[in-house]
């Protein structure tokens, strides 16, 4: 159980376009939604954190005008790279905490495979 | 703001104990986890640990936690070449934000 998908796995497009990415817990509800960017051999950085049914809460220094989240059901979250430029090339990783009991005892997130994402 | 810190590489031999280290400095974190991430896939939670205890077992798994010093430990028995993979710690207090350190990556060689 607790299995959260990520598509596409890898992306490459052209610089300027726009990208999407979506993220589903596939067995599970999920109230709470967050992305992070991981570059190579760095840390997850936490970019947002998404609500169902309200707006994200962004983290400082991230421009929610570049990265547009909608989190439009309990099992769905979409995260699109607007006008996308070479710098924003990263691996994307979503995860999602559980609506209530079971994992939330101890406040567990269950990751996505991430998205990587090549601009060219 | 919150800062986890860890050793980038860690090199053992197949059966060998591995010890991964962290560091971390809000001394008001509850939860401490260590999560393991292979090649190109998400992360995967290996245990975690509740700030009100010292010491965690879990199969050849064991994380001891020093509050004082905030020093956060993942020990690996009879360590295989499967468990080669990044290792990151991250600490949580207000179930909402988790801050990661920056991954060690363990070598195990046969």
């Known amino acids: 159980g607790a299995v959260v998908s990520q598509h596409p796995s890898r992306v490459i497009c052209k610089s300027g376009t726009s990208v999407k990415i979506e993220c589903r817990s596939l067995?599970?509800?999920?109230?709470?939604m967050f992305w992070y960017r991981q570059f190579p051999k760095q840390s997850l950085m936490l970019m947002a954190t998404?609500?169902?049914?309200?707006?994200?809460?962004?983290e400082q220094g991230v421009e929610k005008d570049k990265f547009l989240i909608n989190h439009a059901s309990l099992t769905l979250s979409t995260l699109t790279v607007t006008s996308a430029h070479p710098e924003d090339s990263s691996f994307y990783i979503c995860?999602?905490?559980?609506?209530?009991?079971?994992?939330?005892?101890?406040?567990?997130?269950?990751f996505g495979p991430g998205t990587r994402l090549t601009v060219l | 703001g919150e800062d986890v810190e860890q050793s980038l590489f860690l090199s053992v031999r197949e059966g060998d104990s591995s010890v991964i280290n962290c560091t971390y400095t809000?001394?008001?974190?509850?939860?401490l986890y260590w999560y393991k991430q292979e090649p190109g896939a998400g992360l995967q939670l290996l245990t975690y640990?509740?700030?009100?205890?010292d010491m965690k077992q879990d199969q050849r798994l064991t994380v001891l936690l020093n509050k004082k010093d905030k020093h956060l430990s993942l020990r690996i028995a009879d360590t295989q070449t499967g468990d080669s993979a990044i290792y990151f710690c991250?600490?949580?207090?207000?179930?909402?934000?988790?801050?990661f350190g920056s991954g060690t990556k363990l070598n195990v060689k046969p």
């Open positions: 995860s999602a905490r559980p609506l209530g009991g079971g994992a939330t005892a101890y406040n567990e997130q269950f």
């Open positions: 067995d599970f509800q999920a109230t709470t």
């Open positions: 998404s609500n169902e049914g309200s707006k994200a809460t962004y």
């Open positions: 809000d001394s008001s974190s509850t939860y």
């Open positions: 640990i509740f700030s009100n205890m």
């Open positions: 991250a600490e949580s207090k207000n179930f909402n934000k988790f801050y």
